[in-house]
């Protein structure tokens, strides 16, 4: 018996490394012989902007700068604090077997936290904390059987599975520019001296083919003048982006992350108007695009007038998947007790760690008070919070988890975070095919001979196929033989 399996191609983009990493850097910066020497550091903030994205052969490896600006208090007892700047390169390099230069990586980079202290009264010493994480796709097609190519006496079994494929991997560079308010209260020669910036994805959503992004960073910023009033802000601009995809599908699931590359922030000249800061924020938008897909595939094969031999393979499919969204509040106190006014309150999320059911993380906040003789001081307030996700299947998983700070608030001492958990809750699954059918004519001449019909007993829920290739018979007889019955006491007559 000639026989040739028909294959169809599933095509799409698999996984092969999800992981994460995280790297202390410090450095050490000398105060310029302009400013004065320095007492204690009042804050220091950063931001991270994530230069370069390299996947080779089983590594993966993220660089970028921190742009760090150190407050901090003279020795000379000065009026008011001076700024010291450094950019900080940060690099993180992940081993990750099975990743090579062809694979499409999303990937995140999160400044953790950044501290400062006075080393001696010319020299500040800075620590910051990232942490990265990285994911690798790489294109596949896969052949899976799906019938027989041709006319044969062979019985095939011809299932469907419903699987999510991912269809699309990419990523687009874009720019925000947005005009900001300086506070009131600041006379000539202002300028900008401290900046954070947290990236926010809100919404994404998938409209014929493309993704649509919406989000918003926050810009939290402070002010110096040319007498030395400081003052703070936090401005929020909208993200709105739109990408292509390669998908035609009338129903998809993209998923998104935003990755800050660029981060800048210019007073005009003096004179020119000082009361607006031009903001140009540029960023990386990464998708991953999930479809459901029906793939038929050949599940077994049998022949009454020889006997055949199928060989099996297995294929890792994701079954399901699902964005879930989760939001915690966590209070505390900061330490020490902040005193006088509040001059800016910022937070920042540490590392996760993730597990089958539950998502563990940190927050870092920062409280600035301003005190009754106009200095500077800082306090802070670490808190830990952790997701746990409910009413999961066998085998799910959370995977792409992210967590952000939604807002951040403060009463006195009191502190008060909103974190936002988002990740993709994803079910795996094996599909079990025919992947190679061999003739074996000895066999079917060594069976003793059987009768034409056999009487037998079929519980509820039994399967016709199974019985059907177990004597000889086919679907078709054995339901035209009873009438459409399927269970009880039934005849199975031989096929011809």
């Known amino acids: 018996m000639d026989i040739t399996l028909k294959r169809e191609a599933l095509d799409r983009y698999v996984p092969v490394f999800d992981g994460e ?21 009042a ?49 993180v390099t992940m081993d990750a077997p099975g990743a090579d230069e062809d694979c499409r990586t999303t990937a995140r980079m999160t400044l953790c936290s950044v501290e400062a202290r006075a080393v001696n009264s010319r020299k500040l010493s800075v620590r910051v904390e990232v942490f990265a994480q990285a994911r690798c796709y790489r294109r596949e097609s896969v052949l899976l059987a799906c019938g027989l190519d041709g006319d044969t006496q062979a019985h095939t079994l011809v299932r469907t599975a419903e699987a999510v494929v991912v269809s699309d991997v990419r990523e687009k560079a874009f720019v925000i520019t947005d005009e900001l308010t300086v506070p009131a209260g600041l006379s000539g020669g202002v300028r900008v001296v401290s900046r954070r910036v947290a990236v926010i994805p809100e919404d ?70 000082t009361g607006r800061v031009q903001a140009e924020l540029h960023f990386t938008m990464q998708c991953v695009c999930r479809e459901k897909r029906q793939i038929p595939y050949l599940a077994d094969i049998y022949a009454n007038r020889t006997v055949l031999a199928p060989a099996f393979t297995e294929t890792e499919l ?87 700070a939604a807002d951040v608030f403060s009463a006195g001492s009191d502190v008060r975070a909103v974190l936002q958990m988002d990740a993709l809750l994803s079910t795996g699954g ?38 059907a290739k177990r004597f000889g018979s086919s679907v078709d007889a054995i339901s035209a033989a009873n009438g459409g019955r399927c269970d009880g006491l039934i005849l199975v007559p031989k096929a011809r």
């Open 21 to 41: 990493a995280g790297r202390e850097f410090t450095e050490e910066v000398v105060v310029p012989d302009t400013l004065p020497d320095a007492a204690s550091v």
């Open 43 to 91: 804050d220091a903030q950063g931001v991270l902007c994530v230069r370069e994205k390299l996947t080779s052969d089983g590594a993966v490896t993220l660089a970028g700068t921190v742009s760090v600006s150190v407050l901090y208090e003279p020795t000379d007892g000065g009026a008011y604090p001076r700024c010291v700047e450094l950019e900080l390169p940060v690099s």
């Open 204 to 273: 994404v959503k998938y409209v014929r083919g493309k993704a649509i992004l919406r989000g918003r960073a926050v810009s939290e910023l402070i002010f110096a003048d040319g007498d030395g009033e400081h003052r703070a802000a936090r401005y929020e601009t909208e993200i709105s982006q739109l990408m292509e995809l390669d998908c035609t599908a009338e129903e998809a699931m993209p998923t998104a992350a935003l990755m800050l590359t660029g981060a800048y922030f210019d007073m005009p000249e003096y004179g020119e108007g």
């Open 318 to 404: 994701e079954t399901d998947a699902r964005p879930v969204s989760m939001r915690q509040t966590v209070v505390g106190r900061s330490e020490p007790a902040a005193e006088g006014d509040l001059f800016c309150v910022s937070a920042s999320v540490g590392p996760t760690a993730a597990d089958a059911v539950s998502v563990r993380t940190s927050v870092l906040i920062r409280l600035v008070s301003r005190t009754a003789d106009g200095r500077l001081e800082s306090s802070k307030c670490r808190l830990t919070a952790e997701f746990t996700v409910t009413g999961m299947a066998d085998g799910a998983r959370l995977t792409d988890v992210t967590v952000t």
């Open 430 to 467: 094996v599909l079990r095919s025919v992947s190679e059918v061999t003739e074996d004519a000895e066999a079917y001449a060594a069976q003793p001979r059987t009768p034409s019909v056999v009487l037998v007993r079929i519980p509820a829920g039994t399967e016709l196929w199974s019985v």
